[in-house]
């Protein structure tokens, strides 16, 4: 469904008043290194619609065990000068150390291998924040719109300064992908 510019911010008053927050499962994969096993550190995944000063954003936080590891803001790119149609600000727990997210990957299956969303990463220099860009290419576009419109999980790829690679895995349960499909909705995209 598309919505008219003027009846989009109807819209997202209505979505963020309306649509209440689920949490689904996140997942830490820590990779192996030598001989030593890698490991799962399982937790939640809190997903909400909120309003940031760039308009509606799509958000998550992450809980492993009782503390914050990540949080996630996905919203449209307002800035005419950067080539990207959205942006994921992530911010990770500096225990990580995470030095370079290497790009991000929506995967439609539990066991699935994820599809990469086509943009471009940059660290905001301290390890803590980073930015993924996605291409406004037309054709980019598209395919990272349809891409998002059937993720059931995002995967984050971290490379860690100790020299290994971990990923985060968050859920789009079925009651998030409403509030996304909302939220796709507002930024002009067809869910």
Do not use: C
Not at 26 to 33: D, E, I, K, N, R
Not at 95 to 123: H, M
């Amino acid at each position: 469904m598309r919505l008219a510019p003027a009846l989009r911010g109807a819209f997202a008053a209505l979505l963020i008043s309306t649509v209440p927050t689920f949490a689904g499962e996140a997942v830490l994969f820590s990779g192996a290194s030598g001989n030593a096993k890698g490991k799962e550190d399982r937790g939640t995944v809190t997903w909400s619609t909120t309003d940031d000063s760039q308009g509606v954003a799509f958000s998550a936080v992450v809980m492993i065990g009782d503390q914050t590891k990540a949080a996630v803001v996905i919203h449209k790119n307002t800035d005419t000068g950067l080539s990207a149609t959205h942006l994921f600000d992530i911010a990770l727990s500096k225990e990580l150390g995470v030095i370079a997210i290497p790009g991000i990957l929506a995967r439609q299956q539990l066991d699935g291998t994820g599809v990469p969303l086509i943009g471009a990463a940059v660290s905001l220099g301290d390890g803590q924040r980073f930015l993924y860009a996605l291409s406004d290419r037309p054709s980019d576009a598209s395919r990272n719109t349809v891409q998002l419109e059937t993720a059931r999980y995002l995967d984050i790829p971290l490379v860690l300064a100790d020299g290994r690679s971990a990923q985060l895995s968050l859920e789009i349960s079925a009651d998030d992908r409403v509030t996304l499909d909302g939220a796709l909705t507002v930024w002009g995209m067809s869910p």
